[in-house]
């Protein structure tokens, strides 16, 4: 890795799903993210917004196209080497990622670091400092079970973020979070995020969008829009 290469380089990705037929979700799409940067990902659904942050974050491999992770061209890599390269570097806020019901929120939040070399104690003790991060210090010791939904998302939040990841990548946050506001889910995903993390954010909420400074409007597979960073 070069001292200026990109946290996340995408080249000519495309995505083809062939079930149940032959079905182009991604098309082309070149895409550069640096560390510290915060993009909003707006665009209808279906229109690839979650399939692009799943190649973003290593979660699938592209049908063709390069995938690069600080650097680190990911067909390269064996899916035990991509799985390690995420533990360590990216935090997934996503539906299909659950809490697990009967452990408590501590719990919950350190199995963020299982995958990461790091000692059971330091894991508890990081995960404290999540939880504070995301103004859940003092229910720590509860199931989640017991938690409403806004709390089980920053459960979620606290989880993605106890590793102090380089990318952060949500996927429509807000749908989980009752009662906040776009301002409050930018402050929170802000306050999780060190000076060096980068945040990919899908969101339908204008508030949202608008509140992280770098915005791309997907369409049928395509990055149709993007304001590119700022300065
Ligand atoms: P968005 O997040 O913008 O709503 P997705 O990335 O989830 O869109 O999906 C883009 C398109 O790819 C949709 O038409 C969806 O049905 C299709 N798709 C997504 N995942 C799969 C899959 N695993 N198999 C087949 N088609 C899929
Ligand atoms: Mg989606």
Do not use: C, W
Not at 43 to 52: A, I, N, W, Y
Not at 94 to 108: A, G, P, T, W
Not at 183 to 200: D, R, S
């Amino acid at each position: 890795m070069t001292a200026h290469a990109d946290l996340v380089e995408l080249d000519h990705v495309s995505m083809e799903y062939r079930t149940p037929v032959a079905f182009t979700a991604l098309r082309d799409v070149g895409l550069r993210i640096a560390s510290g940067e915060t993009v909003a990902v707006v665009g209808p659904s279906g229109s690839g917004k979650t399939t692009l942050l799943g190649i973003v974050g290593g979660l699938e491999r592209p049908t063709s196209g390069a995938v690069r992770l600080l650097g680190e061209d990911l067909a390269a890599l064996s899916d035990a080497q991509v799985a390690a390269a995420r533990a360590h570097s990216i935090g997934f806020v996503f539906q299909r990622f659950h809490l697990i019901e009967h452990l408590s929120v501590l719990d919950n939040v350190a199995t963020g670091l299982l995958y990461t070399g790091v000692r059971a104690r330091d894991r508890r003790n990081a995960a404290r400092a999540a939880l504070a991060r995301v103004g859940l210090g003092r229910r720590e010791t509860e199931r989640v079970g017991h938690l409403s939904g806004g709390e089980r998302q920053r459960v979620v939040l606290a989880r993605a973020g106890v590793a102090e990841p380089r990318l952060l990548i949500v996927d429509e946050p807000t749908g989980n979070l009752d009662s906040a506001t776009g301002g409050a889910v930018v402050e929170l995903l802000a306050g999780l995020a060190g000076p060096g993390t980068a945040v990919v954010v899908v969101t339908h909420d204008p508030a949202v969008a608008g509140a992280l400074a770098r915005r791309i409007a997907v369409h049928d597979g395509e990055i149709v829009d993007d304001t590119g960073r700022p300065g």
